[in-house]
């Protein structure tokens, strides 16, 4: 996940239009509504709840099959099989359009419907030969990864005096004689990956103001043995471009500790990372068409097929781009088919600045009240599942709380909102779409985030068969419900 910062805060100034788009049902007028509360204020219709109850039989037959039956592991050795065939796939690379292209492959093998890709542009950025190294007070190689989007530095690297500091507010105190040619380090202390990552995307744009030829943050991680952490980053609009990559936590904070007791720090620092146009990528698509509703009300299941090209990206986001494939795959072969389309987006660019789904919205604009019921984003890790995260309006809300419910099998019935739903359906959420993001135990996610500790390794088998039967038993009762989801969408 790219992960901005609070994007549900923008819900709350909202001036909302209804929409209720598709075959509403009068019933849900009938809901007493209360903004601020939460189960306790849902007056869901009878026969509304006992519809969604009457799935419960159905939902176990799902879980029943992908978690203990003949689609067990498939999920795993799928992913296995995809990073282990293609690595990496970073935003512009052959690997992600020789992925996507394996993706399709793979879909129509799986007789899933309307397999195809649309066109997104994508921002190509190559990472070139790097290396730091602190020359003095003593010599030490610096562990680095350059950031998406950043400039290189001159050819023979730069040689430069070090400024340390753990915030931008102790930034702020500095002069620019006393900023001017020098290498800022930024060493902000992990609060949340929200809230610490501004120091990764707008570091070399605050430094660079004051003159600094150069940036080198602490990974944005809570945890580290070692190993840095990359991600994107962006320059200000009229800002000198500077060389901006993160280091290890372990030598971000030697070097301010070093530097507060007065010490004298010298790096040396050499990228060739470089911008190249930009590239004309995919966002892949399968479906499982409605039996009802063809081209309208869809309801999407997505996760991105890019990644960073440290790793093999099977955490970010291989793992809920498969889930999303499989859950189709394995609905289908279980002959189920629900009166809504369900479609799965794997999307592409979503690392480097949420690329695909931008893409995505700008082409289906035209008829999307109509076209779109409700989207499903798995970003943030696919570890034992525990329920589901929504966002949407209340109507909407009380009749996913309902539906959360029946995940009992697996013990995930949690439900909390509000989230943003996620990274790329977030250009549909954030307008008063309703969407969900898959909650999983993923209290270790930014230990493996864009490092090249994002492989298999962080991946199980059993635990991702759950987080796909969650996904395929969520999609299909939302696909099959007599209602469509409610939803106050913003022009
Ligand atoms: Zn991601």
């Not at 399709?104 to 309307?114: A, G, R, S, T």
């Amino acid at each position: 996940m790219k992960a901005y910062g609070s994007l549900v805060l923008f819900l709350g100034f909202l001036v909302l239009v209804k929409v209720q788009a598709g075959v509403l049902d009068n019933r849900i007028d009938q809901f007493e509504l209360d903004e601020s509360a939460g189960e306790e204020s849902c007056n869901l219709p009878d026969d509304l709840r006992q519809e969604i109850k009457g799935y419960q039989s159905i939902v176990n037959k799902i879980i029943g099959r992908i978690v203990d039956g003949e689609f067990a592991g498939q999920t795993w050795n799928s992913l296995a099989e995809l990073v282990d065939t293609f690595g990496a796939r970073l935003s512009g690379s052959e690997q992600l359009e020789k992925a996507i292209d394996y993706v399709v492959d793979q879909m129509q093998h799986d007789q899933l419907e309307n397999v195809h890709t649309e066109n997104a542009t994508v921002p190509h950025w190559v990472r070139g030969y790097e290396s730091a190294q602190l020359v003095a007070p003593f010599k030490k190689n610096l562990a680095l990864l350059g950031l998406g989007t950043s400039v290189g530095t001159p050819r023979g690297g730069i040689i430069a005096d070090v400024i340390a500091v753990e915030s931008f507010k102790e930034f702020e105190a500095l002069t620019v004689e006393q900023v001017k040619g020098k290498i800022v380090v930024f060493v902000p202390q992990w609060e949340s990956y929200g809230k610490t990552v501004v120091y990764r995307s707008k570091g070399a744009s605050v430094a660079s103001k004051k003159g600094a030829v150069a940036t080198l943050i602490r990974s944005v991680t809570p945890f580290s043995i070692g190993s840095p952490h990359t991600g994107g980053q962006d320059y200000d609009e009229g800002v000198k471009k500077i060389p901006s990559a993160c280091i290890t936590v372990e030598d971000a904070e030697m070097i301010l500790r070093k530097y507060r007791r007065g010490d004298r720090l010298t790096i040396h620092l050499e990228m060739e990372d470089r911008n190249l146009e930009p590239f004309v990528s995919r966002n892949t698509i399968g479906e499982l068409v409605g039996t009802t509703y063809t081209n309208s009300s869809v309801v999407v299941v997505s996760g991105h097929l890019d990644s960073w090209d440290v790793g093999v990206g099977a955490m970010d986001d291989g793992g809920g781009a498969l889930i999303s494939w499989k859950a189709l795959t394995f609905l289908k072969a279980m002959g189920l088919r629900a009166k809504r389309t369900i479609r799965a987006i794997l999307w592409t660019g979503e690392e480097e600045g949420l690329w695909g789904g931008r893409a995505y919205k700008e082409e289906h604009k035209e008829n999307e009240k109509k076209e779109f019921n409700f989207f499903f984003e798995s970003d943030i890790g696919t570890f034992e599942p525990r329920g589901l995260d929504f966002t949407g309006n209340k109507d909407a809300e009380c009749i996913f709380r309902e539906i959360v419910k029946l995940m009992s099998p697996i013990n995930a019935t949690d439900f909390e909102t509000p989230s943003d739903g996620g990274p790329d359906i977030s250009h549909w959420t954030t307008r008063g779409f309703p969407g969900a993001s898959l909650m999983n135990k993923n209290e270790k996610y930014f230990w493996f985030h864009h490092s090249a500790g994002d492989s298999m390794a962080v991946e199980d088998p059993k635990t991702l068969d759950k987080c796909a039967a969650l996904w395929a038993a969520a999609a299909y009762v939302v696909a099959d419900l007599s209602i469509s989801m409610p939803k106050d969408v913003v022009d």
